[in-house]
């Protein structure tokens, strides 16, 4: 065996993956894989819920924080008590509608160093306020149950750095932003292509990185913990 060799099967002993077969060549067609192998879901009840409590939980096993209110005013004082427990200091945020329901310009009454887009219009300035911030809190477009995952759109006042940056995300998400499976969201956006926003993101758990070896980072390519406040709306 010489050293490439060595090496590439060094590499797929760490991935599991074995080597090829009559099977791989089989999953490299698409309409073989649709006739052989259908797709299968687990089951998750239509309630909104049941589907809270499904994101709840794969969120957690990745390390994520979940709380549940049932108003604005719980939401905010949960968010006050997540600030405190990471000890944030210079918070970006969102200046969009969907937080518009949360004083959260008044945490700066409280020392906390608050910013958005619309505390300054010199890019360069929002930006290193970013770079620097140790807690992002947004929106979210929808949250999916089966994977636990955020979809957060970006935009004007929604910039991704928002998310991206900070060792701290919070998203708030409400109750009527579930849906079940990830093809769920991906169905909603085909139906609506025509207004697609700049980005889309789909964040499930702290951010995780590994190298060639499969060696686990956990926040060098974005935050190192996120948490989600699911506000439920009353019907």
């Not at 219009?121 to 999916?144: R, V």
């Not at 928002?162 to 060792?167: F, G, H, Q, V």
Request: net charge negative.
């Amino acid at each position: 065996m010489t050293t490439k060799e060595r090496f590439l099967h060094h590499v797929k002993e760490r991935l599991a993956r074995g080597p090829q077969s009559e099977k791989n060549n089989h999953l490299n067609d698409l309409n073989y894989v649709r006739q052989h192998f259908p797709v299968t879901y687990m089951d998750i009840a239509d309630s909104t819920d049941a589907m809270i409590d499904k994101f709840t939980k794969e969120l957690e096993t990745l390390s994520g924080i979940v709380k549940i209110t049932d108003s604005p005013a719980d939401t905010f004082k949960a968010l006050q008590e997540l600030l405190k427990l990471h000890n944030s200091s210079q918070i970006i945020h969102w200046n969009d509608e969907s937080l518009k329901d949360y004083p959260i310009t008044s945490l700066s009454q409280q020392g906390y160093n608050i910013m958005t887009n619309a505390h300054h219009s010199e890019p360069i300035e929002y930006k290193h306020f970013a770079n620097t911030a140790d807690t992002g809190i947004t929106g979210a477009k929808f949250a999916i149950a089966e994977t636990g995952s955020i979809v957060v759109e970006s935009g004007i006042g929604r910039e991704r750095i928002i998310s991206l940056m900070p060792k701290l995300h919070i998203a708030i998400v409400k109750s009527n932003q579930f849906v079940k499976r990830t093809a769920d969201v991906f169905n909603y956006y085909v139906d609506n292509k025509q207004n697609l926003p700049s980005s889309i993101n789909f964040i499930t758990g702290p951010s995780r990185s590994a190298d060639i070896e499969n060696d686990l980072s956990i926040g060098v390519h974005g935050p190192a913990n996120i948490c989600v406040i699911i506000e439920k709306k009353s019907v």
